[in-house]
């Protein structure tokens, strides 16, 4: 910003912004003076709208996250309250039934001792009676004097001692008073108690978005962790498909998916099929004992071409569904009659004003007729107006013959494809006589080589270009040279058979390699070059 300052007099300011705007400043009123025209100032203007409505989106968005996290904490804080309480509960419980179990132990021992002495004090006082009774009888004895009665008393009290208890009984307690093996000392179990601490949760990883890698519907996603944990088990990889950019939104209209159980830092998931504009991921750590915090969420684009068979307008000879169509010689049956001569040939369209990568309707063709007579044909509907754009085509089994290419939408019902100037295609035939053929302006170019299983379609607008490749080895079939002046969309003929449809596919890397090889040595030498009208 630059400042101008008129003469003091005049008490103006003049502030200069830039090359497009000028302030002035008339005391404390200011005026807005453009220096560039009014177009540019509208263009300006727009810019700033798409910025803020950008931004709107963006903190809206934001506070729907913080209501979510809000909402949440609300009903995780108490329910951590409730899970850690019931898990003292529990450990009270623990130490209830471990006393009473103790102190169960200690009566037990208690009274086998008390049972065990006093049966060994009752025995002792029984052997006490007979042996003071014993002791008093011999004392007796030592006052007869008759030789033949103090003879049997002693021999008398001989025998008595013999079998007096208080010689046959064990001298020792059987048990001791000592209780101290049933002593307890929870000196460590205090400590560990004191030590009780939260789970140790692993903390958030951080993806790299630097690594991760989209190609040939492949996804590669790899993180770190923020510092090294070696107690770290594996981890969980959320993924959910979304055609908003920027971050997740909370009310998205997908839910995340789970990858669990993965014991690296990184993941590959192939052989997706990418049917939204991008992708949202989101990864979090686990250890033995608990799950941590996710990762910031990232968004990686996954755009493709995606698109179906317009059944609106298709032969009524074609069974069409969304991915595949078959020839049903029933179809229709009775409902048109058979029209000889073409109509409609060579009709030419309007270009489109604002080119965009795709355009999708419901009936490409805006209600027209459907393609009738010998047109088995069928539309996709989905017009492409520039970029590159690949899908696939398979012929079902024992399919008698199809063609697979481009067309403009003003194609005629009774038009063949590769027979006018505005169809591009190659053409198989298994019936009677076996051809293989690149047809354009009714123009036909025999190809060398086998059939393939499946057909892979290239179709770069912004080149010129339309080419045909086996799509499990990448090898050329065909290329097209043409400036297509309308959109296109893609085209199939089915006879006697059927096809399936591959969609939401990136252009294959092995595709683009040699396209750009091709390029760089002049295109593809083919007959069929055009330039389309």
Known sequence: MYVHYAPPSSGVIVFLFGENFACLCIGFDYICVSVLGMDSQKEALQRI??????????????????????????????????????????????????????????????AKKTQELQHQLTQSGSALESAVELLEFANNALDIKDEDEFTKAAKQIKDRVTMAPAFRLTMKPKATDNMNHLMADFNQER?????????????????????????????????????????IDHYILEYRKTDHEGLPRIKDERCWEVVDNIKTTEYSMSGLKFDSKFMNFRVRACNKAAAGEYSDPVTLETRAFNFGFDSSSSHLNLKVEDRSVEWDPQGGKGLESKVKGKENKGRSGTPSPKRTSTTRSPAIRGGRDRFTGESYTVLGDTSMDCG??????????????????????????????????????????????????????????????????????????????????????????????????????????????????????????????????????????SSLNSMAQ
Not at 93 to 103: A, D, G, Q, W, Y
Not at 192 to 221: H, M, W, Y
Request: aromatic share 8%; proline share 4%; net charge negative.
């Open 49 to 110: 709208i798409t910025t803020l409505a950008n931004k709107n989106e963006e903190l809206h968005n934001f506070m729907e996250t913080l209501s979510h996290t809000l909402a949440g904490v609300q009903v995780n804080s108490p329910q951590a309250v409730s899970d850690l309480e019931e898990e003292f509960d529990m450990l009270f419980t623990v130490l209830v039934e471990m006393k009473e179990s103790m102190i169960n132990t200690i009566k037990q021992e208690g």
């Open 191 to 231: 400590q560990l108690l004191q030590n009780l601490k939260f789970l140790p949760v692993p903390r958030a990883p951080e993806i790299e978005v630097g690594d991760c890698l989209v190609l040939d519907n492949t996804v590669s996603i790899a993180w770190k962790m923020p510092v090294e944990d070696s107690k």
């Open 388 to 525: 590159q754009h690949y899908w696939e085509v398979k012929a079902l089994k024992d399919c008698k013959s199809y063609s697979v290419g481009v067309s403009y939408r003003n194609l005629g019902k009774f038009d063949q494809l590769g027979k006018t100037n505005t169809t591009w295609c190659i053409h198989i035939n298994n019936w009677l006589q076996v051809s293989f053929a690149a047809k354009h302006n009714n123009k036909a170019k025999n190809l060398d080589g086998t059939v393939p299983d499946r057909i892979g379609v290239f179709c770069d607008l912004d080149s010129g270009q339309l080419s045909f490749y086996n799509a499990e080895t990448k090898q050329l079939i065909h290329t097209f040279k043409a400036k297509f002046s309308q959109p296109v969309v893609p085209a199939f003929m089915v006879w006697c058979g059927g096809l399936s449809l591959s969609t939401g596919m990136q252009v294959p890397s092995a595709v683009k390699s040699f396209q750009k090889t091709e390029n760089g040595l002049g295109g593809s030498n």
